[in-house]
């Protein structure tokens, strides 16, 4: 096997940095986009906010650099020209696709978090140091539902591996066992059948109840799939009391822990609009939300600063070149997302427009069956843009119209055909699934081929395969699953 050396050459298309940062704004919705202003503002004392004079606009402030060794002061700088890649704007490292987007924590105070409120109740049990020290380790592993999902065996190895200390899974149940006994009911519960059960033993003793137990016990698969006739033989029980046990365990709450985390989940799911739609007099008409977007510009102190020293090359020092080093990557970070904004902007602007020319009878009527067929495709050609460039736009991205607040992705559907040859949206066909669905008998509720008949006979040609599909899409079980007593 011999080694040796060749040249090779070869075409390669890869994206600036300047696009790779344009792509990642894109892809921002409206919250986000205003966090990461707030955040390059803080960080780039070279870009505040605020418009620029015509002069200002058409200044080109990278263009201005110099050197101890006499080289033209309008040579850009390149990379290699700083000092360590800290130095260089984040916007101009080629690796710049690989690395992640440094992102603010935002923080979301809570009055107290579930784990607090167990530990807190802990404190009035009288435990022993070393099975207090056990239970905060368990109250550790409990998520955000309130149960314990993780295996014993693997907790029990942690513990030993932290402390050195052998603990047999018998003792790690007892220890559980204390913490299923805090409120709120059901906590610290392993899987749903145990969290129900323990909700259930916290209750009031019923008949209902103690029957509740007994069939979550023995009859657990049975009861998640409805099968309420074989559990009636089995215990010997009527109609009415079926539905009474049935009321009863349907009042329990299947996430315990949920409670604690509303307030955060209601402002992570806080919606703000990329877009508003409007109508008036039958136009249309579209404003882009910019309300968490100010006007950017460049330090006009920093571009002066940068002229001065580039125009002083007599006498130039080592700090004089690291304050020239420093000023540019600034001004360069600056302007580089300036131009990254706007081209979102823009982007998200001409997007919109062609969706709203490709959809314009929804937006004048809300009527859903006047969704036609779209694909990326369609709006790519519409805009000039590449397919990828939509798929991001549409990308957790909301539209405000007079009719309620809709995610982009909305508006996207494949298209079939009726019997007579007309194209029409899929979602019209899901909008008659759900019609019928909502007016079926629920002791007797409509099963998916009866669906598929229902489709046929208004013309549309559907299989009951591509029913059950679309049936899933719409989160709507299957029919035995809606069966009520």
């Known amino acids: 096997m011999t080694l040796k050396q060749q040249q090779q050459l070869k075409q390669q298309q890869r994206l600036s940095p300047q696009q790779i940062q344009t792509i990642r704004m894109l892809e ?19 870009l505040e906010e605020g418009l620029d004079s015509p002069d200002e606009q058409e200044a080109d402030y990278g263009a201005d650099d110099s050197s101890s060794d006499g080289q033209d002061a309008n040579e850009d700088l390149l990379l290699g020209d700083y000092r360590n890649e800290d130095d260089i704007p984040d916007y101009k490292l080629t690796e710049m696709s690989s690395r992640e987007e440094r992102r603010e924590t935002v923080l979301f105070n809570s009055e107290q978090s579930l784990s607090d409120y167990l530990l807190q109740q802990l404190q009035l049990n009288g435990q022993s140091e070393n099975d207090r020290k056990i239970s905060e380790y368990l109250i550790g592993n409990i998520d955000g539902d309130g149960y314990l999902r993780r295996d014993m065996r693997a907790i029990a190895d942690d513990i030993a591996f932290q402390s050195g200390e052998d603990i047999s899974e018998k003792d790690l149940a007892r220890i559980l066992g204390t913490i299923q006994e805090l409120d709120p009911p059901g906590v610290g519960a392993r899987n749903l059948q145990e969290c129900l059960i323990l909700q259930l033993k916290k209750r009031r003793a019923t008949k209902e109840s103690e029957l509740a137990v007994e069939i979550l016990t023995k009859y657990f698969d049975e009861f998640t799939r409805k099968r309420y006739g074989k559990i009636q033989k089995a215990l010997d029980i009527d109609g009415e009391q079926m539905k009474a046990i049935i009321r009863e365990i349907t009042s329990l709450n299947p996430k315990p822990g949920g409670n604690w985390d509303d307030s955060m989940t209601t402002i992570m799911n806080r ?43 007599v006498n130039q020092t080592a700090e004089m070149r ?7 990557q600034k001004l360069d970070a600056a302007q580089g997302f300036i131009d990254a904004v706007r081209q979102r902007q823009e982007t998200l602007q001409h997007t919109m ?28 050609e519409r805009t000039d843009y590449d397919i990828s460039t939509i798929s991001r736009v549409s990308s957790s991205k909301y539209v405000q119209t007079n009719f309620g607040i809709y995610p982009l992705k909305f508006f996207f559907s494949e298209s079939t055909q009726t019997e007579s040859g007309e194209t029409i949206s899929t979602r019209k066909i899901k909008q008659i699934i759900k019609e019928v669905i909502g007016a079926e008998n629920k002791k007797k509720p409509v099963t998916d081929e009866e669906l598929t008949a229902a489709l046929n006979t208004r013309g549309y040609l559907t299989a009951r395969r591509t029913v059950a599909k679309y049936r899933e899409q719409l989160g709507i079980p299957v029919a035995r699953m809606r069966r009520e007593m």
Do not use: C, H
């Open 28 to 46: 921002l919705p409206a919250l986000e986009i205003e966090e990461r202003i707030k955040n390059e503002l803080d960080e780039n004392p070279a």
């Open 271 to 313: 919606i703000v609009p990329d877009f508003v739609v409007e109508t008036n007099n039958g136009d249309v008409i579209l404003t882009l939300n910019s309300r968490g977007i100010p006007d950017l510009r460049v330090n006009r102190e920093y571009s002066d600063m940068l002229k001065d020293y580039a125009g002083n090359k």
């Open 322 to 328: 690291d304050a020239i080093l420093f000023v540019k």
């Open 353 to 380: 427009e062609a969706i709203i020319m490709l959809q314009e009878a929804f937006f004048l009527t809300g009527d859903e069956s006047k969704l036609k067929p779209m694909i990326l495709k369609d709006v790519a």
